[in-house]
């Protein structure tokens, strides 16, 4: 991630074995935030795009309120 970069265009795809949940993603610094970025079903694969902030080093945090996995592909960055 270059220097000064503030967010990211990015896709989630998270892959469900399991629960219905959702996945949360903000900037490294924040604990949390009251928006998903990608919800789903069981047994269900399900993608977002999103643009997404990022912290002072560059990184994004990701939470999600049950186990699943998730690929995250970046496609861009905004910067000032």
Do not use: H, K
């Not at 996945?23 to 997404?52: E, P, Y």
């Amino acid at each position: 991630m270059p220097d000064g970069a503030v967010s990211t265009l990015t896709n989630v795809t998270a892959i469900c074995e399991g629960f219905s949940g959702f996945l949360s993603a903000n900037g490294g610094s924040r604990s949390s935030t009251d928006t998903s970025n990608v919800n789903w079903t069981s047994f269900q694969v399900a993608a977002c795009s999103a643009i997404l902030p990022v912290d002072s080093q560059g990184q994004t945090n990701f939470a999600s309120n049950t186990n699943v996995n998730f690929v995250v592909d970046l496609q861009g960055f905004f910067a000032p």
